[in-house]
Structures are given as C-alpha cells and as structure tokens.
C-alpha cells in the first residue's frame, strides 16, 4: 500500500491534533482540517489504510484514531514543521544561563533543571567525555606545620582540592620537591599507569616523602576514577503528572521513579548529532517504552560534550521541545566557548 502525499497530510492532522488535545481523532476533525474538499467516505478509508500500514492506532474505547510509534517517527522525520524559539524564548533561556557558573560540574548539574522548566517536561543532563580524563597540573599548598592542600587540575578544566594532614613537620620546600615530581611523572596519565610510575618512585624517595606523594597520587587516582563515572542530574520529575497519559498513579510512578532513582539508565546516545529523538520502543529500557525522549547536545570544550535530554508522553509536542532544547543547547556551548556570552534573541529567527 503505497503512503501517498493525502495519507501524509492527514497523519500529519491526526498527529498535531493527538498532541494538542490528547483525545483520539475522528473523521470529522480530519475533514475539517484538510485543504481542498473532500469526503468523510474517503477520509474514513484513508484513515483505515494508515491504520494497516501501521501508523495509526485505534483505541478500543473510541471511535478516532491515535499515531503509532511508527507514526510519530515519520511525523518527526518527514511532516513535523522546524520551529524556532521566540524572542521571549529566547530572552528566558539567556536569562536562565545569566548566572555565574564556572565549574563544569556547576553547569550540568543546573541544566537538568533549567531545561526542565524551559520545555515543561522532565529533564536530565550529562557531562560525557570524548576522551579520557587525566591531571594536567598538580600544586600542594602548605597550610600548617602538618597540612596542605593538594590541589589537582584535571584535563577537562577541573580543579579539585583537599586538606591533607601528615604525621610528620611539612616545608614549604619538601612540597615544592614534591610538586615538581607529581608534575614530571604523574601527568595525563591513566590512573593505573600512576600507580605504575609509583611503584618506580619507591626507591628514589625518602619513606615518609613518599607516604606523602602516595597519598597525593591515590588522591589524584580518586578524582580520575570518578570522572570516567557519568554523573546524571535529572529536574522536574513531577512535571509527568500534568499529562493525561499519566492519570494512572501507579503508571505515574513508575516512570518518576525510573527517572529518579534510575537515571543513569537514561539515554546516552552514541555520536555527534546535535540532536536526537527516540520514540517509545525505541528506548531500549522498558520503563521508557511508552515515552519518548529528546536529546540535545552542547560542546564544553577540553574533549567534552553535554548532553540534555528531555522525557515525556509519545505525544510530546516534538517541535516546541526541539526548538527549545536546541536554543538551550547551542546557548551552552556558546558560554563555554565565551563565558557569559550568550546568543542575541533574535539569532534563530531567520
């Protein structure tokens, strides 16, 4: 059966249709809505073959009609009008991004919940590496007698700290030694590859110097360990109760459940596109099978990428959310490319 430009049109009006009320679509409404004349007889025809093919679903308390998952991949990939976002849009976003973030585990942590309440869906954001981390600087502090602080800059723009305290009395000198062998030795390298590279170290420092670049070192290992671990920050989990897909409390719950206590099994897509949309059974976890999930991607810098996603009903409105989350998105890289430079709001509107 061949898919013909009316059986788009009309999978077209009952998918927008389906999005913006949440009730099936009949004979009628299609009618109404198509260009040009035509017949109930014939729409009612088109409706069924769509239904055949597979693009369309009939609930078994009603008489209209709802897209399949099928259908709303087709909608998004052929029939979906690109939006952009509005100079008010665009205003709140920037002004959402205004504040001061400089740590990249700042941003990421915000974004979840900054992305939520730009698109009213639930949200989660990741920081994903393209390349393994490692310690590009190493800088230890004397604080006391006994103490200093060990500071490691990570290859991906990170600084981490710590108080450190020895059993034994600490110069300013000994760390300045100690310093210069972290920084000759220890850096970007893997963390097994430290361990290494302080197993030959043993019989060159004294004991107890050597307790304290152990002690920097495992520290350093720590942090490395960690970032190769995703961290998933998720906002607005409660937002799914708004949709009538949800009335179910135990339906409901699941999902807020999935994205909350769950959320690293969120989707983390593979490659570079800018953006993704994955539609119901598309989601390889079964807790998403009857959503759908919409993923941007932004560029931190320094072999990194983030990624924001958004989860909501299959019959989320796809445009709205792809404008935003792209506008959000492109905003993100462009603060990281030039802190608190962000897109003028009339740049998307073309």
């Known amino acids: 059966m061949e898919m013909t430009d009316r059986k788009k049109q009309i999978l077209k009006i009952v998918t927008e249709g389906y999005i913006q009320s949440a009730e099936p679509i009949g004979s009628k409404t299609v009618v109404e809505r198509m260009p040009g004349k035509i017949s109930s007889a014939t729409v009612r025809n088109e409706l069924a073959d769509l239904e055949e093919m597979g693009y369309l679903e009939q ?3 009603s008489a209209g009609r709802i897209p399949s998952a099928k259908g709303y991949r087709l909608y998004v990939n052929e029939l979906m009008e690109h939006k952009t976002v509005t100079s008010e849009e665009a205003e709140k976003i920037t002004s959402a991004l205004g504040g001061r973030m400089q ?3 700042q941003v990421v942590a915000r974004a979840g919940q900054m992305a939520s309440t730009l698109v009213g869906y639930p949200a989660y954001a990741v920081a994903d590496h393209k390349q393994a981390v490692t310690v590009r600087r190493f800088e230890l502090i004397a604080v006391s007698s006994d103490s ?5 800059m ?4 990170r600084v981490k700290s710590q108080l450190m305290h020895l059993q034994l009395l600490v110069e300013e000198e000994h760390l300045r030694q100690i310093s210069h062998l972290l920084n000759t030795h220890f850096i970007g390298i893997s963390a097994p590859e430290m361990n290494g590279h302080l197993m030959n170290l ?4 004294e004991g107890q110097w050597f307790l304290l670049l152990n002690q920097v070192v495992d520290y350093a290992g720590e942090l490395l360990t960690q970032a190769q671990t995703q961290q998933v920050f998720t906002g607005g989990a409660s937002q799914i109760l708004k949709f009538p897909e949800y009335r179910d409390a135990d339906k409901a719950h699941e999902l807020m459940s999935f994205i909350s ?8 897509p593979v490659g570079g596109a800018p953006m993704q949309i994955l ?3 598309e989601n390889v976890n079964d807790a998403l099978k009857d959503s759908s999930v919409v993923i941007a991607s932004y560029d931190i810098g320094e072999n990194m990428r983030g990624l924001v996603g958004v989860v909501g009903p299959t ?11 792209s506008y959000f998105a492109e905003s993100l890289s462009r603060m990281f490319e030039k802190p608190r430079e962000l897109p003028p709001g009339e740049e998307n509107k073309k």
């Open 202 to 205: 043993s019989d060159q420092v």
């Open 154 to 157: 990570l290859s991906d723009s």
């Open 315 to 325: 019959r989320m409105d796809y445009a709205t959310v792809a404008a935003r989350l």
């Open 279 to 281: 539609i119901g059974p």
């Open 103 to 105: 740590q990249i585990d």
């Open 148 to 152: 200093f602080i060990a500071v490691v």
């Open 261 to 268: 206590d769950s959320k690293e099994d969120l989707p983390v």
């Open 59 to 61: 609930p078994h308390t």
